[in-house]
């Protein structure tokens, strides 16, 4: 795994869920945008509790059924193609939805929704941590 961002949050454009930028190692398998089986291993880009970023050199169509397979965790979710983004050196970008959300399959924890740095609480954790 690499680097872990979180992204900012936008006024106007409100998340379900906090969205972090992460690379996490997967296994994706479905059907292809001509009905023939895929079987891909790549990372992911951003996560949330509902789905990921990828980018996949499968072409697949949007609200196509897939399956994703956390490499380290062996788990599996299914998921739909939920975004078709740019394709950048032949990998297109795409968003996978999980059926339902599944904070805990990423095995990270993710921030509150009204967490930022000009909260109260983030400034008495971090003026305790200072004072020590």
Known sequence: MSQVTHSPTHAGARRRSQRVLMQVGIRIRGKDAQGKDFEEFTETLAINAHGALVLLNARVTSGSVIHVKHNKTEEEQECHVAFLGPVRNSKAEIGVEFSSPRPTF?????????????NPEAR??????TEK
């Open 124 to 129: 008495t954790a971090s003026k305790a941590r």
């Open 106 to 118: 990423w095995r990270v924890a993710f921030p509150p929704e009204d967490w930022s740095p000009k």
